[in-house]
């Protein structure tokens, strides 16, 4: 069976050689990229004007939630496929293969040029140790200029305004700003593809994520190079994990004989970056280009972030009740579905006798200094 031409055609990836820097590294030197090519603080500051700051930390917040129920997954699972394996395990494969193919090819726009073909190829040692250098260099000068900043005062003094909800044109152009700001922590669970390369995953894995989630709400990393080289490494092994599960061609989970990595699915994040950018970048120009990238990757994302947590709720709901546990505890999930029951009785009747109230639903908040 080992030596059949179906199993010559998979690759393994190497396990166990990767430490808990190398997987920070992953993560956090992907965030470089969506924040640089977001260009995430200007756009925010269009619709939040002085409030971007809580906007941002709105969305550090939002991530961190998030972060702790992807980590939930990587205790449990060790996987190259990284959200795609979460999602085939608590929704099925159906809908984890299109998690998958929207998270992969999301991630492949825009990721990479002509020289990372060959650090990528190379031992993932390598690679991560790389965007290490590279991310520690942009964290601590990005550090020193706020630091100076700080001891200087600023150009006004410094002061807490900037986090008062009122200082925004309304809570619209809050909540606008708050998904831009959402672009700069995108890639956080970049390190969950080295979970079969990792030395103790389980351990290292969810580490790197909180820690990059945090390290990403203090200060940004603006440099491309590293963040291009995390976004091949994420894109390759997402398709070497789909690859592997025949959900696309099996030719993108075959590896190179020496350091076992995926190059099928490097070649092709390369080559779709270098095609876009002859075509779409040429003809829209590089600032136009770059914003209808990052936008396009960003819902993309979005999208398979809602399915993950949908998808941890649901593992831990089955969990939770199978294997059926004591009474009373074996009640819970009746009690909370007739809960659930309960209220949709009561929107329903409400819609039917009282329609008005609820299209008036949320509107105190327009009343309460936020608009």
């Known amino acids: ?32 990229l969506t924040f640089a090519v977001s260009a995430a603080p200007a756009s925010a500051a269009a619709t939040a004007g002085a409030a971007v700051p809580l906007a941002f930390v709105i969305a550090g917040v939002g991530s961190l939630c998030l972060a702790s129920v992807i980590v939930r997954f990587t205790r449990r699972i060790a996987h190259a496929g990284g959200l795609y394996a979460y999602t085939v395990r ?44 590279f991310a520690v260099i942009g964290v601590v000068t990005i550090l020193a200029l706020s630091l100076a900043i700080v001891a200087k005062d600023g150009a006004q003094g410094l002061t807490w305004r900037p986090f008062d909800p009122h200082l925004a044109p309304s809570t619209h152009g809050l909540f606008l700003a708050v998904i831009l700001a959402f672009t700069g922590f995108i890639g956080f669970e970049a390190a969950a593809v080295l979970g079969k390369e990792a030395a103790e995953p389980k351990r290292v894995i969810p580490r790197a994520i909180l820690g990059t989630v945090i390290a990403a709400t203090v200060c940004f990393v603006v440099d491309s190079f590293v963040a291009a080289l995390a976004g091949v490494h994420l894109t390759a092994r997402t398709l070497f994990a789909m690859g592997r599960d025949r959900g696309i061609p099996r030719v993108f989970a075959a590896v190179t004989p020496r350091f076992r990595s995926p190059y099928v699915g490097i070649a092709v994040s390369v080559a779709l970056t270098l095609v876009l950018g002859a075509t779409l970048g040429r003809h829209y120009g590089a600032l136009t280009y770059f914003a209808l990238m990052t936008t396009t990757g960003s819902i993309g994302i979005l999208l398979v972030y809602v399915l993950v947590a949908v998808a941890v709720c649901g593992y831990t709901i089955y969990a939770s009740i199978w294997p059926r546990p004591p009474a009373p505890i ?10 659930l029951i309960a209220g949709l009785i009561i929107l329903a009747v409400l819609v039917v006798t009282r329609p008005d109230r609820v299209r008036s639903f949320g509107r105190a908040f327009e009343t309460s200094g936020y608009s």
């Open 1 to 32: 069976m080992a030596n059949s031409p179906s199993s010559r055609s998979i690759g393994e990836l190497r396990h166990g050689v990767l430490g808990s820097a190398d997987a920070i590294a992953q993560s956090l030197a992907l965030l470089a």
């Open 90 to 133: 608590g929704l099925g494969p159906p809908v984890g293969f299109l998690a998958g193919w929207m998270y992969a090819t999301a991630f492949a726009l825009g990721i990479s040029f002509v020289l990372i073909l060959v650090i990528a190829l190379a031992d993932i040692r390598v690679s991560t140790r790389v965007q290490l250098v």
């Open 330 to 339: 074996s009640y819970s999930l009746w009690i909370a579905l007739g809960l």
